[in-house]
């Protein structure tokens, strides 16, 4: 699913990241622990999150994560969208909360969760 | 060739920024990608233990062609009972580090996983030491 394809299913507000627009995911995370986000993500996701700080962002750099969205109506401070636009990534805010906006991508056709194994 | 970065106890705005450019320097070394994302969460856990529990330090990332070896050193309290630090879950957190996303007791058991090899030197009173050795293995993979 490309990029602006979570925009729409999300119905949801691109804050930075137009280039990454027709990037294709195939994987998504939702994550309030980014300890978990660095212990379980291997592929390539979008990053759901309500954790609206600086090491949501800083965590998805350090994992590659190029595409964020923040859940439940959350809005990202303008320089937590300048650091995601330096590190080349794409920032999305979207009122669903968590369950409805991993349904909605997953119901869209993301169904890869992105994780190592998990035993 | 070594890097140094002073990591804050106070400004909890800026924790992560020291992993970020050791990740940014090793990419661009031509690192494989894998071990650039280990060496990164390796780093970015023990930063956030530096901030949380060291009250701050010095971060250092000593870079060869085969290998990196990171020191984070702080002289916060120590780690009373190493064992039980390593324990997945286990946490000594404030509550409002958990609403920053960590603290969940997870940050020692990533390090592990993540490492080649990591030692940990701490008593209490007399501050932590951890040392991270990741080997930049090319048959690893891209790490995607």
């Not at chain 1, 190029?66 to 999305?92: C, L, Q, S, T």
């Not at chain 2, 529990?53 to 002289?75: C, F, N």
């Not at chain 2, 090319?138 to 790490?143: I, K, N, P, R, V």
Request: net charge negative; glycine share 12%; charged share 25%.
């Amino acid at each position: 699913m490309k990029v602006r394809d979570i925009v729409s299913t999300l119905e949801g507000v691109l804050l930075t990241g137009e280039a990454l627009l027709d990037l294709d995911i195939q994987a998504a995370c939702g994550a309030d622990l980014m300890s978990d986000v660095m212990a379980f993500v291997k592929e390539n996701v979008v990053l759901l999150t309500g954790l609206v700080n600086p090491q949501s962002i800083r965590t998805a750099d350090l994992m590659d994560i190029k595409v964020v969205v923040f859940v439940r109506g959350k809005v990202p401070p303008k320089d937590m969208v300048a650091e995601a636009e330096r590190n080349g990534m794409a920032v999305i805010a979207t009122k669903y909360s968590m369950f409805l906006a991993c349904g909605r991508l997953y119901e869209a056709g993301i169904h890869g969760g992105g994780t190592r194994d998990i035993r | 060739m070594k890097l140094r970065y002073e990591v804050s106890g106070e400004d909890m705005s800026l924790a992560g920024k020291a992993s970020g450019e050791v990740k940014r320097a090793l990419g661009r070394l031509g690192v494989n990608p894998a071990a650039i994302k280990r060496t990164a969460v390796c780093m970015y856990e023990a930063e956030m233990n530096m901030v949380i529990h060291g009250g701050g330090g010095v971060a250092e990332a000593e870079l060869s062609p085969d290998r990196v070896v990171v020191t984070m050193r702080d002289s916060g309290p120590g780690i009373p009972d190493l064992e039980l630090a390593m324990q997945e879950g286990y946490s000594t957190a404030p509550e409002w580090i958990r609403e920053m996303g960590f603290g969940a007791g997870m940050g020692l058991p990533n390090m592990k996983r993540n490492s080649d090899e990591l030692r940990i030197d701490s008593a209490p009173g007399k501050g932590t030491t951890v040392t991270i050795m990741v080997k930049f293995d090319s048959s690893e993979g891209t790490g995607a």
